[in-house]
């Protein structure tokens, strides 16, 4: 079955640095989007990022020139490359799968990852 599992949240000063992790197994990778999504505390959950399988890339305004998405197929991995944190970038962010074609909403993917956490503080 397909799996999807996030790694590499954690506590960062605003202005700091991370980059999350989403190993993907059970399908073939290497032919399906990508998309990095966040939720914070009372919030919907919001698109930060999307690639398609030809390395296609679409974000979210709020995090356009800070952050980066990228795959490496051989390795099953997206990866999410964020800098210049802010404090309102804190949540829980997910990694998705389900489609061939990259998209911007929650209801263009079928499957999630657990979520990693994700603190910027002030």
């Known amino acids: 079955q397909v799996q999807l599992v996030e790694s590499g949240g954690g506590l960062v000063q605003a202005g700091g640095s991370l980059r999350l992790s989403c190993a993907a197994s059970?399908?073939?990778?290497?032919?399906?989007?990508m998309g990095w999504f966040r939720q914070a505390p009372g919030k919907e959950r919001e698109f930060v990022a999307a690639i398609n399988w030809s390395g296609g890339r679409d974000y979210a305004d709020s995090v356009k020139g800070r952050f980066t998405i990228s795959r490496d197929n051989a390795q099953n991995t997206v990866y999410l490359q964020m800098n210049s944190l802010k404090p309102e970038d804190t949540a829980v962010y997910y990694c998705?799968?389900?489609?061939?074609?990259?998209?911007?909403?929650?209801?263009?993917?079928?499957?999630w990852g657990q979520g990693t956490q994700v603190t910027v503080s002030s």
């Open positions: 998705a799968t389900g489609r061939r074609v990259k998209g911007l909403s929650t209801s263009d993917y079928v499957y």
């Open positions: 059970g399908y073939t990778f290497s032919i399906y989007s």
